[in-house]
T-cell receptor, first 113, second 112 residues
Framework: KAGVTQTPRYLIKTRGQQVTLSCSPI?????VSWYQQTPGQGLQFLFE???????NKGNFPGRFSGRQFSNSRSEMNVSTLELGDSALYLC????????????FGQGTRLTVV | AQSVTQPDIHITVSEGASLELRCNYS??????LFWYVQSPGQGLQLLLK??????LVQGIKGFEAEFKRSQSSFNLRKPSVHWSDAAEYFC??????????FGAGTRLFVKA
């Protein structure tokens, strides 16, 4: 079956702009988590969605937001981009909330210039 | 506080040599432990996981890991490394979702 699909794979944006990233989980999975990966901070948890509701949120400013649709697809949005937002954004899907078996997408590489 | 430490930022081994990547954790309860691998520009792939039972866990691609509660360690091993194993390896502890804490990663270089 198809894996986790993240689009786009690469993105270049200018400071101050906003960006929307998309994640389609594995069919049947209802939980989607987002992570930011940078060389300096490693993998940091952003949010977790289950059944269209944000269940948990990491320690990120309000410029980072997300949502989940009824088909479990999820989007995350970053407004007023800063240079420090440049990172690989990873999405992981799992069947249930905080399921121990998570499957990661290939990520979206965001570069802010 | 819960944490994961991977003491080695990078390791270089010769192809065909054995490999051990170290992972130490701090977790209040009996942990769920994971090892993931990430190739350049790719997402994370689960190599193996430990929840309970046999402390020696077999994973994909010939990897295994041993849970040692007394040492709070979950080291990853492979008896013979292949050039395609060159990647970054992440140890993680937790219960999934926001409760999963990742280590900083160990980058593996394989020399011919």
């Amino acid at each position: 079956k198809a894996g986790v699909t993240q689009t786009p794979r690469y993105l270049i944006k200018t400071r101050g702009q906003q960006v929307t990233l998309s994640c389609s989980p594995i069919s049947g999975h209802r939980s989607v988590s987002w992570y930011q990966q940078t060389p300096g901070q490693g993998l940091q948890f952003l949010f977790e969605y289950f059944s269209e509701t944000q269940r948990n949120k990491g320690n990120f400013p309000g410029r980072f937001s997300g949502r989940q649709f009824s088909n479990s697809r999820s989007e995350m949005n970053v407004s007023t981009l800063e240079l420090g937002d440049s990172a690989l954004y990873l999405c992981a899907s799992s069947f249930g909330l905080q399921d121990t078996e998570a499957f990661f997408g290939q990520g979206t590489r965001l570069t802010v210039v | 506080a819960q944490s994961v430490t991977q003491p080695d930022i990078h390791i270089t081994v010769s192809e065909g040599a054995s490999l051990e990547l170290r992972c130490n954790y701090s977790y209040g309860a009996t942990p769920y432990l994971f090892w993931y691998v990430q190739s350049p520009g790719q997402g994370l792939q689960l190599l193996l996981k430990y929840f309970s039972g046999d402390t020696l866990v077999q994973g994909i691609k010939g990897f295994e890991a041993e849970f040692k509660r007394s040492q709070s360690s979950f080291n990853l091993r492979k008896p013979s490394v292949h050039w395609s194993d060159a990647a970054e390896y992440f140890c993680a502890v937790g219960a999934g979702g926001f409760k999963t804490i990742f280590g900083a990663g160990t980058r593996l270089f394989v020399k011919a």
